[in-house]
């Protein structure tokens, strides 16, 4: 093997040779295989083949891990559904530009996806300080020459930096999914992703069943996340006709943190390093009320400190099942006290503090005032509800029409959201003189 132009760290034991490659990046002429390693320029991440801890077998996976910290803790794992088996593994570059993992039969495990761009011969894969593996097309490193990256491909773990959600030009959707067991990085049951539809919201999945929505992002904050802005971090939703994603960046860039989505919980957690160990500060789902559908439609959860989580239906609604709901059985969910009467009778009554109902099947009108909204809402008689679609800068901009029950809710103590409920006049009339 001819190692890249650049320095070779080498590393003697008591009974072997251990050979660390002291280099972010590999070309054509180099190759990584058994206790070798590329480590990022600023010494933050490493890139090698390593067996799980605790793992009964030989099996190898490719994996990126801190470079720094005592714990080894493994954030991404290229070949996950397929480990070598037959050592030594091998990764290389193939001649078509692809990053090959290939096992001690010369038998291919693993290869990355085709490069978005036209490859030249000077491609390399660099380990970058963010913790990306970036295949570069024609060498230089820049943004502009990324043919493929290891942050399109999550694997239980999203990092500073990582977009989660969805590339429309690349057609690639970057999701996170659990590991099977501490011992196995194979895909778990839980993933956390987009589901494109009115407005931004990601959600939670056991197999093919949903148990989390974080709710509908309203320009400042998904709806359903409680607690998610920390000092020295920055959250944000990025959606546009290109892309719709969700990230988060770290003001001190020495601070080590990562989100991952635990195979044994179902949770979403965030750790930061500090003190010789991993310290969480943020878990999603929280509580019982984080439960999907928890309350079924129109009905929204309330969850306080100190008290029994309770379901409640929305003003001008009562329990479909009174003798269910009276038993906790509230997945019935509520339906109308009075029907509407689908004209200039109806009108609408504000609840505050609220999660957003499930927006996937809503209409966005981004050009439209909220009185605008009103009328669109009043004139159609399967709306439901509507709501400001963004909120951003104390600022109502558009709205977002519900033509479907109303799905997922849940009352915070603080303030998130008005809704406007569409409700028979009869019943505003009885809430207005109710105070």
């Not at 750790?271 to 984080?290: F, I, K, Q, R, T």
């Not at 915070?412 to 008005?418: A, E, K, N, T």
């Amino acid at each position: 093997m001819r190692a890249p132009a650049r320095a070779l760290l080498v590393v003697f034991a008591t009974t072997c040779l251990s050979i660390s490659i002291a280099t972010d990046t590999i070309d054509h002429a180099a190759s990584i295989t058994g206790n070798q390693t590329l480590i990022s320029a600023g010494g933050i991440f490493r890139l090698g083949f390593y067996n799980p801890p605790g793992s009964s077998d030989a099996r190898a996976y490719l994996g990126i891990w801190y470079a720094g910290i005592p714990v080894q803790t493994v954030v991404w794992v290229a070949n996950r559904r397929s480990p070598v088996v037959s050592s030594p593994g091998v990764l290389k570059l193939s001649p078509d530009g692809r990053l090959v993992i290939v096992d001690g039969r010369n038998t291919t495990v693993w290869s990355s996806a085709a490069p978005t761009r036209n490859i030249t011969t000077k491609v390399t894969a660099q380990l970058l300080d963010d913790g990306n593996f970036v295949l570069s097309s024609d060498g230089s490193g820049s943004s502009q020459s990324v043919a493929w990256q290891s942050f399109d491909y999550p694997t239980d773990t999203m990092l500073p930096g990582m977009k989660l959600g969805v590339d429309l030009k690349k057609g690639i959707a970057r999701n996170i999914t659990s590991c099977r067991s501490p011992t196995d990085p194979s895909p778990g049951a839980y993933t956390f992703k987009l589901v494109m539809g009115g407005l931004p919201e990601f959600f939670l999945f056991r197999g093919p069943e949903r148990i989390y929505a974080s709710g509908p992002w309203n320009g400042v904050v998904l709806t359903g996340v409680q607690n998610l802005n920390a000092e020295g971090y920055t959250f944000m939703v990025v959606s546009n006709a290109d892309e719709t994603y969700y990230a988060y960046y770290v003001s001190d860039p020495s601070a080590l943190s990562r989100l991952i989505l635990d195979g044994a919980t179902g949770q979403l957690q965030s750790y930061v390093w500090g003190n010789g160990a991993w310290s969480s500060y943020w878990y999603h789902p929280s509580d019982p009320c984080d439960s999907y559908y928890k309350c079924g439609a129109f009905g929204f959860g309330v969850c306080e400190v100190g008290q029994p989580p309770k379901c409640s239906c929305l003003p001008g609604f009562k329990p479909r099942s009174p003798e269910q709901w009276e038993q906790r059985g509230w997945s019935g969910g509520c339906t109308r006290s009075a029907n509407l009467s689908c004209g200039s009778g109806d009108g609408f009554w504000p609840v505050n503090r609220m999660k957003l109902p499930e927006a996937t099947e809503a209409t966005v009108r981004p050009d439209m005032t909220l009185a605008e909204c009103r009328q669109l809402c009043l004139g159609n008689c399967s709306c439901r509800a509507y709501a400001a679609a963004n909120i951003s800068g104390g600022i109502s901009h558009g709205c977002v029409i519900w033509g479907v029950d109303l799905l997922d809710m849940r009352q915070y103590p603080v303030v998130v959201q008005d809704v406007y409920i569409r409700l028979a006049r009869s019943e505003i009339d009885a809430l207005n003189a109710a105070g």
